[in-house]
C-alpha cells in the first residue's frame, strides 16, 4: 500500500509538470506562485490513498488529486484576501505580492483549473466526481461566509461553530477520500463510509488546531501561540466558555477581547487563565477524540481487507500527533 510519503511525492511530480499559460504574465505567475511555495498536501495525498485502498493501480487518481490540490489552495488564496493576510507559509500572499484584482483573478482560473483536472477521468465516473467536487465548492463557500459571519456576531453557539468548520474544513478531507475511493471502484456504501471517514477527521483536525493555537508547542505546532486570541477569532475554546459562562464571566471575556490596549502576551495570559478556569483544554480534547473515534469506525465498516487500510490509520493518526 502506497504511504503518505510516497502519494505526496507524486502530487509534487505531479504538480511540478503541470502546464499553465505563459500570458498574461500578471495571470498565471501568481498561480504558479501559490503552488511552488509548499505546503502538505494532504488532501491530494487522500484522493490517491482513498484510490489505492480499493485497487493498486493510482494513476487515474492523479488529475482528480491535482483538482483538489488547486481548488484548495484557490480557496486559501482568496481567504488571505478577505482576512488580509500578509503571510501565508512563511512567503508573502499574492495580494500583498501584486495586487488585490490580480489575486482576485487569478484565483477565479484556479477554480476552473481544477475542474479542468478533475475531468480528466474515466466517462463513466466522470459526473460522480464532478457532483462531488462542485456540493463541497459549495460547502467550503458556505463555511467561510459563517466565519466571516462570525466576526460580527456577539453570540455563537458551539452548534453553529461546528457547522461552520464541518463545511470550511471537514467536507474538502471527506470528498478526497470519496473521490479516490469512486475511482478505485468502491461500492456507494463503501465510498459514503470513507467520506464520514474523512470528514469527521476533519472536524478533529480543526478542533485540535484551535487547542494548540492556544496550548501547543510554537516550535512543533509552526506557529506564533496565542494567535487566535489576539486576532479575536471565535474559536471552539472561546465559543464553548462564553457559552458556559455566567453573564459576570461573559462581560469579563467581553471587555478582554475588545481591549485594543492590553499587551498581546497579557490578553493571551489573561484568555487563558479563563480557559482554565472551565476546563477547556479537556472538553476540547474530549470532542477531538470523539470526532477521531466516529472517524475510525466509518473506517471500520469499508469492506476491504484490514491490511489495506494502515496506511490510512497511520495518515489519521500523524494527523492528530502534532503536539498533545
Known amino acids: 500500500m502506497l504511504t503518505l510519503d510516497t502519494t505526496r511525492d507524486m502530487v509534487n511530480k505531479a504538480l511540478s509538470n503541470l502546464v499553465l499559460k505563459t500570458q498574461p504574465a500578471e495571470l498565471y505567475d501568481p498561480i504558479r506562485y501559490t503552488l511552488s511555495i509548499g505546503g502538505k498536501r494532504l488532501r491530494p ?23 483538489i490540490e488547486i481548488f484548495h489552495n484557490f480557496t486559501l488564496l482568496h481567504d488571505d484576501i478577505m482576512d488580509d493576510s500578509p503571510i501565508r507559509r512563511n512567503q508573502p500572499t499574492v495580494h500583498k505580492q501584486w495586487n488585490r484584482n490580480i489575486a482576485i483573478l487569478s484565483g477565479d482560473v484556479m477554480a476552473f483549473l481544477a475542474y479542468g483536472q478533475l475531468i480528466q477521468t474515466r466517462t463513466d465516473i466522470i459526473n460522480d466526481l464532478i457532483h462531488i467536487f ?13 466565519d466571516m459571519n462570525f466576526e460580527s456576531k456577539c453570540k455563537v453557539t458551539e452548534v453553529e461553530y461546528l457547522k461552520m468548520i464541518e463545511l470550511k474544513t ?28 474523512g470528514k469527521n477527521l476533519g472536524m478533529a483536525f ?43 464571566m461573559k462581560e469579563k471575556i467581553i471587555d478582554l477581547l475588545e481591549d485594543r490596549n492590553m499587551e498581546r502576551e497579557e490578553k493571551i495570559r489573561s484568555v487563558k487563565t479563563i480557559y482554565d478556569q472551565y476546563d477547556i483544554k479537556q472538553r476540547t480534547n474530549e470532542m477531538v477524540n470523539n470526532y477521531f473515534s466516529k472517524a475510525n469506525s466509518k473506517l471500520e465498516e469499508v469492506r476491504v481487507e484490514e491490511r489495506r487500510k494502515q496506511e490510512l490509520r497511520k495518515l ?9
Open 134 to 146: 462542485t456540493r463541497t465548492a459549495e460547502g467550503v463557500c458556505e463555511g467561510q461566509q459563517y
Open 206 to 248: 480543526q478542533l485540535q488546531d484551535d487547542l494548540l493555537d492556544v496550548y501547543g508547542d510554537p516550535i512543533i505546532f509552526g506557529k506564533t501561540i496565542g494567535g487566535d486570541i489576539v486576532g479575536n477569532k471565535k474559536t471552539y475554546l472561546l465559543v464553548k466558555t462564553v457559552e458556559m459562562a455566567d453573564e459576570k
Open 170 to 197: 471537514a467536507v474538502l478531507i471527506g470528498a478526497s477520500l470519496k473521490i479516490g475511493s469512486v475511482i478505485g471502484g468502491a461500492s456507494t456504501s463503501d465510498a459514503e463510509s470513507m467520506y464520514a471517514f
Open 45 to 67: 495525498c487522500m484522493v490517491i490513498m482513498g484510490c489505492n485502498l480499493f485497487k493498486d493501480q493510482v494513476d487515474e487518481a492523479i488529475h482528480p488529486a491535482l483538482a
Open 316 to 324: 489519521a493518526l500523524s494527523l492528530l500527533d502534532r503536539e498533545k
